[in-house]
């Protein structure tokens, strides 16, 4: 018993080490809903890492989040906020300029 006991503390603590781990519920779902933008799926774009910035009253999340194309290229870059359990807003949508050639 005495060694189980620390064993299943150091097993509870690393599982809640990895659980914190990864994107937020939040960032996790506004990359889904910006997924779905049809100016991105047109494109063939995916979106890459949401930025959180600071939060503002009411639960608003700033953000800014990366378009990446098929080959995980930085191609554009999404401005826009995330109301907690609500819903997103998009502000601004930026696309960089593409090399051309081939």
């Not at 509870?12 to 049809?38: D, F, H, I, V, Y």
């Not at 999340?61 to 098929?70: H, R, S, V, W, Y």
Request: glycine share 12%.
């Amino acid at each position: 018993m005495r060694t189980i006991l620390p064993l299943l503390a150091i097993m509870l603590a690393a599982g809640a080490l990895l659980a914190a781990c990864g994107p937020s519920k939040e960032a996790r779902l506004t990359a889904e809903n910006l997924g779905q933008l049809n100016v991105i799926a047109e494109r063939g774009a995916q979106i890459g890492t949401v930025a959180f910035m600071e939060q503002r009253r009411g639960g608003v999340l700033p953000f800014e989040a990366e378009i990446l194309d098929a080959n995980k290229r930085l191609i554009g870059r999404i401005r826009g906020a995330r109301v907690e359990g609500f819903g997103t807003r998009i502000h601004r949508i930026e696309w960089f300029p593409q090399e051309s050639g081939g």
